[in-house]
Each structure stands twice: as structure tokens, then as C-alpha cells.
């Protein structure tokens, strides 16, 4: 069974940074891709950042430039580091492994921009 933990979340002003962080527990980490989605109040859920067991990444076209995916497989671990956060970026954020056909999520972290 994998449980996956994200923490680093909270309130930042526009313009400010975060750091995201999902830990991994199990052997599967470094042979899955990770992802960091987000679902903000009344919307659903959607793509931030992807990054494949082979550290291949995509991005969701309103974070390109902003955010940058990251893993370390020794540590199993995957970061979400974003900056120039908006207002729009408000959400909670929810870390995703898939391996083969299987997916976890977590349980997500609250990130709010707002002065």
C-alpha cells in the first residue's frame, strides 16, 4: 500500500513562493510518475505538473514559467516549487502516483494567495 503526504502549503501574498513537498512511502516511488494536480472551490480537479519515472515533465499552460516540478527518488519524494503565485492559484493541491494502472492521491494541502 503506498500513502503519500503532502505538506508546505499556507497562505502567501501575491507575488510570493511556496514549496510543496509529497513524500511517498513504499518501493514503487522511483518506477512511478508523480503529479501535482489542484481543485480550487466549485471547480474540478486539474493537472499542475507531471514528472515521469524517467524526470520527463509537463506543465499545465497557467504555470509554465512559474512552477517547477521535482523528485528524488533516494528521498521518495516530489516537489512543486512555485513562484509569482496569483490569486488563482488558490486551491488545495494533491499529490498523485501512478504505477501501471494503480493511483494514490493524497490528501492534499491548502494554498492560499491573497493580500
Known amino acids: 500500500q503506498v500513502q503519500l503526504v503532502e505538506s508546505g502549503g499556507g497562505l502567501v501574498q501575491p507575488g510570493g513562493s511556496l514549496r510543496l513537498s509529497c513524500a511517498a512511502s513504499g518501493s514503487i516511488f522511483r518506477l512511478s510518475g508523480m503529479g501535482w494536480y489542484r481543485q480550487a472551490p466549485g471547480k474540478e480537479r486539474e493537472l499542475v505538473a507531471a514528472?515521469?519515472?524517467?524526470?520527463?515533465?509537463n506543465y499545465a499552460d497557467s504555470v509554465k514559467g512559474r512552477f517547477t516540478i521535482s523528485r528524488d527518488n533516494a528521498k521518495n519524494t516530489v516537489a512543486l516549487q512555485m513562484n509569482s503565485l496569483k490569486p488563482e492559484d488558490t486551491a488545495v493541491y494533491y499529490c498523485k502516483l501512478q504505477y501501471m494502472t494503480s493511483i494514490y492521491w493524497g490528501r492534499g494541502t491548502q494554498v492560499t494567495v491573497s493580500s
Open positions: 514528472v515521469t519515472n524517467g524526470g520527463n515533465t
